[in-house]
């Protein structure tokens, strides 16, 4: 059995709220708190059990996937810096322990209560590499998360990587930390591509290989990062309109269910945001992601919460 709620790693510590409405071509700082506050106004927050008090990370655990150099030039403002893309500020330094924290401690939380489905609401971790940041994304956490838990726990993870943007940070990182190998094997950065039906299908074609790892006992927890640049009317993506979008995450929740019954126990599964780009009305970022968690929800942990949502198309 499942239980019905997801529980949230948030804290308003893993939020920039400096200088990112206004002046960040990314709002992807600023997106934890933005969902959170929707949530609680259109009532979809009863989906969540929120966790505000955990420990972030330490300023030591991005040497897992960076170099000391590149650190100590986010810290401190200096050399490449900026090349995340971000505004900086000492608020955004300030929030990065807190995000990769995040997607950390719900990693390790579904792994020690696999009857719990775990929400990290965070982006900006797939692009960014050992001596740099990369499209919005200052540290490489899904690296950095993954490899601290293989070291603690053991476990081995597989990634879902539904954002419209190839995930780069994983296999970027191999070489600067061989450990990648182990926690987060060959083949298992499954980021799909195509226009929807061949979305679908290499999404598919994915699951099918991870089943059969999980299978083996050769991964153990899945993250599912359902970025919603990867839905038509997004302003940096081009892939799924909604109804293939939202398909993504029912399909992803039903493997989930069907390969916790193959293996006689619930598979622990993390849920993150990841990207989600839209000028004219962001709330469409929202509500889309909202979506990804009511399927996830409904299905994976035997609510019905009805999906009123509308996702409008881009103003031209
Ligand atoms: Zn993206």
């Known amino acids: 059995m499942r239980n019905p709620k997801i529980k949230t790693f948030y804290t308003d510590k893993q939020v920039c709220f400096d200088n990112i409405a206004e002046t960040s071509a990314s709002k992807s700082p600023l997106k934890p708190f933005l969902l959170i506050k929707r949530l609680k106004k259109n009532g979809y927050i009863k989906m969540l059990d929120i966790e505000e008090k955990f420990e972030p990370i330490s300023k030591k655990d991005f040497l897992i996937a960076h170099t000391k150099e590149y650190i100590e030039n986010v810290y401190s403002k200096k050399g490449n810096y900026a090349s995340n893309m971000l505004p900086w500020s000492q608020n955004l330094v300030n929030s990065l322990p807190y995000t990769t924290g995040a997607l950390y401690q719900a990693k390790k939380y579904a792994l020690l209560n696999p009857e719990t489905v775990c929400f990290a609401p965070v982006s900006g971790m797939h692009h960014a590499q050992p001596e740099r940041g990369m499209g919005f994304c200052t540290f490489s956490g899904q690296v950095i998360s ?6 603690e726990l053991g476990k081995v993870c597989a990634y879902f990587d539904l954002d419209g943007h190839y995930g780069n940070s994983i296999e970027d990182t191999r070489k600067f930390n061989p450990l990648v190998e182990e926690a987060i094997p060959e083949g298992c950065n499954i980021n799909p591509d195509g226009d929807n039906e061949a979305y679908i299908a290499e999404f598919q074609e994915g699951l099918a290989y991870v089943k059969d790892l999980v299978l083996q006992d050769k ?14 009317e997004d302003d940096l993506g081009n892939q799924c309109d909604t109804a293939h979008w939202v ?6 929740a039903t493997w989930v269910n069907e390969v916790s019954a193959l293996l006689g126990k619930p598979l622990p599964v993390v849920l993150a945001l990841f990207g989600g780009y839209r000028k004219d009305y962001y709330e469409a970022v929202l509500d889309l992601h909202t979506k990804s968690l009511i399927a996830c929800s409904n ?10 949502l509308i996702v409008p198309n881009k103003q031209k």
């Open 219 to 232: 991964v153990h927890y899945v993250v599912f990062a359902h970025g919603a640049d990867s839905h038509k």
């Open 299 to 308: 299905i994976i942990c035997g609510n019905q919460f009805e999906d009123t």
């Open 146 to 151: 993954a490899i601290k838990i293989y070291q």
């Open 247 to 252: 398909r993504c995450a029912e399909l992803f």
